[in-house]
């Protein structure tokens, strides 16, 4: 991967956060809704989108955890009906996804043993989520607005079963429990990005069966 051009871009992050407050209940036809799907919801492939919007490229390297970021049309079908897009796991779960960010564009802090990171935050970093202790996170929501103290507030588009909301407290709750684990990435203001051509005999969809 020596070969393979790096460049910076920037995130535009208030252009980020403008599509998730737009887009977080009003899902945007040119991806697949991941909430119909029976998954869990679309909080990740949400957030990827707004990451998208503000700036980051698709990476296309190689398939692995730190090497790939990306959606693929097939077809141009609202919503992904004819069920053929792919995308990458780094896209579509959040715990892959924060691998990735990590690996590439910023980084990381544990909110929870240490609260005072949060204030540290900058409107569209993305903060993760696991209420069950199962050593993964389960949900992903992006920063979108700060109260006069500067305490993050975030937007999610969907949290099976719960719906879609707005500007929430960065703790969350879900089905009344706590998170057991918070953690966020600070991303770049200026990420480096690879201008790779996707090869698609190499790169393998998250959902194996639309191969």
């Not at 991941?34 to 909080?43: A, F, K, L, V």
């Not at 990827?48 to 503000?54: A, D, I, P, R």
């Not at 949060?118 to 696991?130: E, H």
């Not at 949900?139 to 079963?161: E, G, M």
Request: glycine share 6%; hydrophobic share 30%; net charge positive.
């Amino acid at each position: 991967m020596s070969n393979i051009l790096q460049v910076r871009t920037r995130y535009d992050r208030r252009r980020a956060v403008r599509y998730a407050l737009s887009r977080y209940n009003d899902p945007n036809p040119k991806f697949a809704n991941m909430d119909t799907m029976g998954g869990g919801g679309d909080c990740t492939n949400f957030t990827s989108q707004c990451l998208l919007v503000g700036g980051l490229k698709m990476d296309f390297r190689q398939t692995g955890q730190e090497t790939e970021w990306w959606y693929r049309y097939v077809t141009r079908e609202p919503f992904d009906r004819n069920n053929d897009d792919w995308w990458s796991c780094t896209w579509s779960l959040p715990e892959t996804q924060l691998r990735y960010l990590a690996a590439n564009h910023g980084q990381t802090g544990d909110l929870l043993e240490n609260p005072a990171l949060a204030k540290r935050l900058s409107l569209g970093d993305i903060i993760y989520y696991d209420w069950y202790g199962e050593g993964r996170f389960g949900h992903s929501a992006i920063v979108t607005a700060f109260n006069r103290y500067h305490v993050p507030y975030v937007t999610y588009r969907t949290l099976a079963p719960l719906r879609p909301r707005r500007n929430l407290h960065w703790r969350l709750r879900h089905r009344r429990r706590d998170a057991v684990r918070i953690w966020a990435i600070h991303l770049d203001n200026q990420p480096v990005v690879y201008e790779q051509a996707p090869d698609w005999s190499k790169l393998v969809p998250c959902d194996q069966s639309r191969k």
